[in-house]
């Protein structure tokens, strides 16, 4: 049976995989969504993994619903629970459907294995390919289904066996852009109350998906919070970069804040109220749009960043020019008339009415 609110069920994993570096310690509360960010090779697919059952750690121990997934690295007390009898769906980049049976088959197949008739396990088919939208596609082989039709029944299969825990590799990745906000309005609607992890690279599906955001990098967490959190107020490069921010980080100055190079960069009244000494290590987080670029000694007053141009990079009606340091967008009549291009020197200054400063 499908029920109408589900209430969720509390995960807690840390574990470590020493051939991989990979140290790492996670909570989701019952019912909350957490997106796993980072860079390729951060580790995020070694924690899918983990939690599916298709690894095993050197040591750790994940419980969900305060039952034990694994306990390994304890003399006496190690315990492995199969993949089957987790309670864990997942849902990954490709839909990976059973070639030779049916859209409703496809979907029945979980609730089958776990048990029910097959008259039962194909009412719940049903009613979760209704779910998605898909109910007219029940007849057909997966052959026959277009990638964001294929992606919905491999959604409806993920839901069938009413999983504890969720979990989502990149559900949008094999999309056409004109197909994945249709999905992505419907995961929303799916995974309220649901517990699930969702590891992405796009920023756009952890602002509206996600309650709460875990950054890994090089097999460690190195941000955690509130999604708006973290992808406003970034402490890592690859986290600044995903949320198209520039990120600096320094000491506390009376103007604003002094780079590793000494160059001083003014922040005006938009400061976070946090305590931050003068002296004090910060960062310090900007759009590209608010900064403005001159030609090397020709910027106005003092504050300029000097940088030497790395990349232009097209963007619809601007163009980024990126540096070493910060990314700023011009217009595409501004770069034509200032002639810049890769290896040219320039000043760059940082709107200081557009800047957020917080503590690191």
């Keep these: ?28 509360a019952p019912g909350e969504t957490v997106a796993v960010l980072g860079p390729n090779g ?18 750790g121990l994940a419980t969900l619903g305060g039952r034990e997934l694994f ?38 197949y979980g609730p089958l294995v776990a048990g029910m008739s097959r008259d039962e396990a194909r009412d719940i088919a049903r009613r979760r390919l209704a779910s998605v939208e ?16 294929a992606q919905r029944v491999a959604l409806a299969r993920a839901l069938a066996p009413d999983p504890a825990l969720l979990l989502l590799d990149e559900p949008m990745a094999a999309l056409d852009a004109s197909v994945a906000p249709q999905l992505r309005r419907m995961l929303r609607e799916q995974l309220r109350g649901r517990t699930t992890l969702l590891v992405t690279h796009e920023v756009l599906d952890a602002y509206t998906l996600a309650d709460r955001v875990v950054v890994l990098d090089a097999g460690h967490i190195v941000e955690q919070g509130p999604t708006s959190e973290v992808l406003e107020r970034p402490r890592s490069a690859f986290t600044a970069d995903l949320a198209g921010l520039n990120l600096v980080t320094g000491v506390r100055t009376r103007s604003g804040l002094r780079l590793v190079d000494g160059t001083e960069v003014a922040v005006g009244p938009v400061v976070e109220g946090e305590p931050m000494p003068l002296g004090a290590a910060v960062a310090c987080a900007f759009r590209p749009s ?18 030497v141009i790395t990349d232009l990079e097209p963007r619809g009606d601007v ?10 967008d011009v217009t595409v009549p501004t770069l034509a008339s200032a002639g810049w291009s890769t290896g040219d020197p320039v000043d760059l200054v940082v709107d200081p009415q557009a800047a957020v400063l917080y503590p690191r």
């Design 42 to 59: 951060a580790g995020k697919s070694t924690l899918l993994a983990l939690l599916a059952g298709l690894l095993r750690p050197d040591t």
């Design 1 to 28: 049976m499908i029920p109408a609110e589900r209430g969720g069920s509390p995960l807690s994993l840390r574990a470590t995989v020493r051939a991989r570096d990979w140290d790492v310690a996670v909570e989701l």
């Design 71 to 108: 306990r390994v690295g304890e003399a006496g007390r190690e315990r492995w629970l199969p993949p089957h009898r987790r309670g864990v769906s997942l849902l990954a980049q490709e839909a990976l459907l059973f070639p030779h049976r049916s859209v409703l088959d496809n979907v029945a």
């Design 290 to 307: 608010r900064v403005e670029v001159f030609d090397a000694d020709e910027a106005p007053g003092g504050g300029a960043v000097r940088a």
């Design 319 to 328: 163009v980024r020019i990126r540096t070493e340091l910060l990314a700023a």
């Design 134 to 149: 898909a109910s007219h596609l029940e007849d057909r082989r997966p052959a026959e289904l277009s990638g964001g039709q």
